[in-house]
C-alpha cells in the first residue's frame, strides 16, 4: 500500500463489488476523503460470525512484540513478495485478514 490514499465511494457501491459477501454496514454513507494519512482511521471490511462486518480502524500494524504505539508508522507498507516471511507481518498474514475499500 502507498503512504496515502483516497476514499471516494457509497456503501451501495461497496456491496455490488463484494456481492458474494454478506456485508453489514452503517447506516450513513462514509464522508469522501481525499489525502488519508498512516493512522488515520477509516472504515475496513472484517470477518464477522460467517459475513463481513464494517469497523473504524486505524491504518498500521503494530508486531506483537512492540508496546510502543509510535512505532506503528515504521510498519505501514508491506511488500507482497516477503509478507509471509517478514517477522513483522507474518502473523497479520496469515490469520488476521481484512478489506479496505
Known sequence: MCGRFTRDFT???????????????????PTAAYNIAPTDPGPVIVAH???AL?????????PPWQKDTKLVFSTIN???ESVAEKPAFRG???QRRALVP
Do not use: C, I, N, Y
Request: proline content about 3%; overall charge negative; charged content about 30%.
Open 11 to 29: 456503501w451501495q457501491q461497496v456491496r455490488e463489488f463484494s456481492h458474494m459477501l454478506d456485508l453489514v454496514v452503517p447506516a450513513e454513507d
Open 49 to 51: 460470525d460467517g459475513g
Open 54 to 62: 464494517v469497523r473504524d480502524m486505524r491504518w498500521g500494524l503494530l
Open 78 to 80: 508491506a511488500r507482497l
Open 92 to 94: 497479520a498474514w496469515k
